[in-house]
């Protein structure tokens, strides 16, 4: 492996067939014809495809691959793959190795697998993968991966990246008449930038091999909480101990092959917990390259006899994970439209971005916190670790300073001597990265960014993503469509402002989103509080969502129905499998070694003849009687689980509500039986094992 830093530039992106390597390669007609497809999402001829399709099957021969495959995101949250080797047989039984356009343009998968939330019907199984030319083709372990889109043949979306691409190209549509009216004439696109920042646990592979609840639904079901836990907060930015430093070295080379910008990394606020955050990129790319993360970091684990644990909450009674989606639009030329300019018309255009994300997250904030309704997330929000389930945005002081101001229609700043004019006035400087760390809040604008805090570690970013760039697509258009045919430019802006700031400055919120008394204060404002999964998906439907993301062409109704059924489906599959795997380890691992424990205290006690037998016999008693209350939760467990029945959204309540709860409950017994019980009759390794190996 490449260890010397000093060749980091080479190794960057060496498994990319990226625009270098393109340029490169390509011939100079089918460089251009690339580029004005990606540019203007102009489609390509089959002879341009067939040329490079030749170019990047000898880039990957040359480098070892044997196979191609069209990489795609299915509904399953994670990416799928099917690999085809380049061989066709030639005359002598001999094979030539090749790859068409064809091929690199289409692919037909079987889709019938792969969740459709019954959009496509049985008997229509195929699917078909179609090449994305605006993310790059890369090589892992043999293989050219050619990221596609993935739709059903009667041309359904049955992936995360169609949508996502569809949302990009709205959103810069309505950004681009908004920037014509302030003047710019230059910009032809504006790209959603992201950066997702991917916390983790790192754990033994040992432990992990012995808990059926970290290999069946990677966290633990049961685990009583060991006497230090993450209170003296000696994790958080700590020193990063050799085996750890090992493996985040070991994901930086990996990465960085690959092509993802790999920055930083650190220990986070939980034992074992740590983070990754790449530099920030189109969203499309910062996409692909997270779910391709995700893969390589439980790759690389494996090597160093570790366990990636991406789940949002693998231990109770400790931080979870997150993934901080920061998001910001930026200009082709550069500009990065959130940050506060230096000139009075920047500051206009400015405040005229905030004000619409302010007015679409206000009108969409459900929509929002059902793009991160998750089973695993449920751990989390709202569980004063996470930001709460409540969506709100942080603006820091100043910026709601000059919020207020506007609202107001007063002084800002200098009291008594001036009015904020809009468009004539130069905004007083809006500190970069001003936030005060509000780590509560689930939106928060950081500097020229807005950082949003609600998604699960394990999930796709390509939800948040497809919402937030169509939200603001929705936003802009209306203000386009409002400011475009103005007679008097300067004071139309100021006062759609004002409005828009008045109507909604119910969604900002600077104060601890963790205080008992904003959950309060929220529902006085109005806003939603969905507190759980069960409560949250409906909202996907609901129809103002549906009426938006049709409008905008994004989805069609049925497309959404089938989407929230598919996230209905997925909870009740995963709190059952859940539901499964605890009945399993209690009746087959904890009652026996329970029993077996209180059996040789009896035994004890017998043998000690004469002797006080107390503590054998107290404790034997405890743990009889405890064992009983928790054979009783099982087989209640059990009769709940063969009950779940009925209509999907009432059946996610149902898991919701009782199994999750009867959960909860053996949890409780078993936890208070494994601080009972001798270490050696215990069947799993102990939450102190696992957190604290190293
Ligand atoms: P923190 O943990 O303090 O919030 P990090 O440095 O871990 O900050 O992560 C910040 C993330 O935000 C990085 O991925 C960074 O590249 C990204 N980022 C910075 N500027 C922008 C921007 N204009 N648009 C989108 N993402 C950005
Ligand atoms: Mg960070």
Redesign the pocket.
């Known amino acids: 492996m490449e260890k010397n830093p000093s060749h980091l530039p080479e190794l960057f992106g060496s498994m990319v067939f990226n625009e270098d390597t393109m340029k490169q390669r390509l011939s100079p007609a089918s460089y251009n014809a690339w580029k004005k497809c990606i540019e203007n999402t102009s489609p390509l001829d089959l002879t341009i495809a067939n040329d490079i399709a030749e170019a990047m099957k000898q880039w990957a021969v040359e480098r070892g691959a044997t196979h191609f495959t069209h990489w795609f995101q299915p509904m399953t949250g994670y990416t799928a793959e099917k690999h085809d080797s380049f061989i066709t047989p030639a005359p002598g039984g001999r094979v030539i190795l090749e790859f068409s356009g064809k091929e690199l343009v289409r692919g037909e998968p079987d889709a019938s697998s792969f969740p459709s939330g019954g959009l496509r019907a049985t008997f229509e199984a195929r699917g078909y993968t179609a090449w994305d030319p605006t993310s790059f083709a890369f090589l892992r372990d043999g293989t050219l991966y050619i990221p596609t889109v993935f739709c059903s043949y009667s041309g359904q979306v049955l992936d995360k990246k169609t949508p996502l691409l569809r949302s990009i190209e709205e959103v810069s549509r309505q950004a681009v008449r908004i920037l014509r009216l302030f003047g710019d004439t230059q910009t032809r696109r504006v790209i959603p930038?992201?950066?997702?920042?991917q916390e983790y646990f790192l754990i033994d592979q040992d432990d992990f091999a012995k808990r059926p609840d970290l290999r069946m639904c990677g966290r633990t079901l049961l685990g009583a909480k060991p006497p230090k836990g993450q209170e003296l907060e000696d994790h958080y930015f700590g020193a990063i101990r050799p085996r750890v430093a090992a493996y985040m070295q070991d994901l930086d080379q990996e990465l960085w092959k690959l092509g993802v910008?790999s920055?930083?990394k650190?220990n986070e606020v939980a034992p074992c917990q740590h983070?990754m955050?790449?530099?920030?990129t189109d969203v499309n790319t910062a996409c692909d390259h997270n779910q391709l993360t995700m893969d390589v970091m439980k790759k690389v684990a494996k090597k160093h006899h570790l366990v990636c644990l991406l789940h949002e909450k693998p231990f109770a009674g400790v931080n979870g994970s997150g993934k901080?989606d920061?998001?910001?639009l930026?200009t082709d030329t550069g500009r990065?439209l959130?940050?506060p300019g230096s000139t009075p018309s920047q500051n206009a255009q400015f405040l005229l971005f905030l004000a619409a994300f302010i007015k679409g997250v206000d009108e969409y904030q459900d929509f929002l916190r059902v793009t991160v309704a998750f089973a695993g997330n449920d751990h989390r929000l709202g569980a004063q670790e996470a930001p709460p389930a409540i969506v709100s945005i942080f603006l820091g002081d100043d910026l709601s300073a000059v919020v207020d101001a506007i609202i107001r229609g007063t002084e800002y700043a200098d009291p008594g001597k001036k009015n904020l004019e809009i468009g004539v006035d130069v905004l007083p400087a809006i500190p970069q990265d001003n936030?005060d760390?509000n780590r509560t809040s689930p939106l928060a604008f950081?500097g020229?960014?807005f950082?949003f805090r609600m998604l699960g570690s394990s999930q796709s970013i390509a939800g948040p993503n497809i919402a937030l760039n169509t939200i603001m697509a929705e936003e802009l258009q209306q203000f386009a469509d409002e400011l475009e045919g103005s007679q008097d430019f300067q004071s139309d802006l100021q006062k759609l402002l004002r409005r828009v700031f008045t109507e909604h400055q119910r969604i900002i919120f600077n104060g601890n989103g963790y205080d008992e008394s904003w959950v309060e204060e929220a529902k006085k404002r109005g806003l939603c509080n969905l507190t759980s999964t069960a409560d949250a998906l409906p909202c996907y439907t609901a129809e103002k969502n549906v009426s938006l993301f049709t409008r905008h062409g994004i989805f069609t109704p049925e497309e959404m129905q089938a989407r929230q059924d598919i996230h209905m489906e997925n909870y009740c599959t995963l709190l059952s499998i859940e539901g499964l795997t605890l009945l399993g380890m209690i009746r087959r691992d904890v009652l026996p070694a329970v029993s077996a424990y209180s059996a040789e205290l009896c035994g004890r006690a017998d043998k000690k003849k004469g002797l006080s037998c107390r503590y054998e016999t107290t404790l034997a008693a405890d743990i009889s009687e405890k064992t009983d209350t928790l054979m009783a939760a099982a087989d209640q467990l059990e009769a709940d689980l063969s009950r779940c029945g009925g209509e999907l959204e009432e059946k996610v309540r149902y898991f919701h509500e009782t199994v999750a709860a009867d959960m909860s409950r053996i949890r409780e017994l078993a936890d208070a039986l494994e601080t009972v019980t001798a270490k050696e009759y215990w069947p799993y390794p102990s939450y102190s094992d696992i957190l604290f190996y190293m």
């Open positions: 930038q992201v950066g997702p920042e910008l920055k930083t650190h983070e955050a790449p530099i920030y901080h920061n998001w910001s930026s990065n959130f940050k936030t760390r950081t020229n960014k950082e």
